[in-house]
């Protein structure tokens, strides 16, 4: 896991979003990849 987003999944956590998950991951593999969920 990153450090950038460990810090940003504990911030929103903490700031109240409850179904906040960490994606071991980039954003570009998440985002190349059609079948992976994107809220709109």
């Known amino acids: 896991m990153g450090i950038r987003s460990g810090y940003v999944t504990s911030v929103l ?7 906040v998950r960490n994606y071991e991951g980039s954003i ?8 992976m969920p994107i809220e709109k």
Do not use: K, M
Request: proline share 0%; no cysteine; glycine share 20%.
């Open 13 to 19: 956590r903490a700031v109240g979003f409850e179904r």
């Open 28 to 35: 570009y593999e998440w985002g190349g990849n059609e079948d």
